[in-house]
């Protein structure tokens, strides 16, 4: 990947940007890459020299990597800091760091620092569960450690004292609760996850036959229906439908604003194969504006 640095940001910046935090030692795939979408995975590998990202684009990836230089001086009895694990599945090895292990009298917490949104932690994020049941399968089939509780510990980088909405964050730092899977479960969602890469590497040089990124995948956002009036900024309420939308405007004297829904991976190219990925530009193509998310 070729990292720019196109608002001349200090140079320590881009060291930091260029060093791998992360290294997945001598494993096939590390638990995020197994978890991530095969297409991506794969026109990533391909297009390693080619794909860009500017070092102002990787703020929260940069403050990640910093968050881990300065958990090394954070070390605390009782906790197991870092630890890196390897395990070697059908001939395929996966590797996973997890931040923290907290010994309890009931068994080891496995606990996962995100920077995130406030947003974020009010929602369901499968993302969250799958990765955190992954560390906890790696951990019971590697060390034989029983793992009491999973908890990713949110430090929310938009939070605000004033927001009183119900599932809100009391707090910056906001420890969530993650449900646990039974071991079997999370073998066949590891099982799973490697054959659907297995097959994508088959056929990596036939882009139009790597499986399809699912609409999760892409973050899809619905469109919705803003019913506004004139001279408030914000909207009365958002809608999913546009004829209860249009019910509340002709009663509020307002109006519909349509805020069509799109794929924000795509879009924003944040899986940094936008441009090679024929999935998305065949719906560009096909689009009438050459918007994909035109309706
Ligand atoms: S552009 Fe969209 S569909 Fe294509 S790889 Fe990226 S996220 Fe997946």
Redesign the pocket.
Known sequence: MIITNKHNVPETLMTLATRDYYSKGASQYSVTELMS?P??RR?REKYDEKVTQDVSDMLWQLLGSALHVVMERGITDGYIMEERLFITVDDVTISGQIDLQKETPDGFEIIDYKFTSAWAVMQDKVEWEQQLNVYKWLVESTTHRKVSKLRICALVRDFSRHEKKEGYPTAPVHMVDIPMWTHEKATEYIMERLSLHREAKVNADWNEELP??SDE???QRETVYAVKREGRKTAIKLFKSIEEANELAIKEKGYVETRKGE?I??TA??????EW?D??QRELANSPSGDANAE
């Open positions: 979408p297409r991506i026109l399809l990124c995948e892409r973050w794929a991976r795509c190219n944040f899986c940094g194969v936008a990925c999935q998305y």
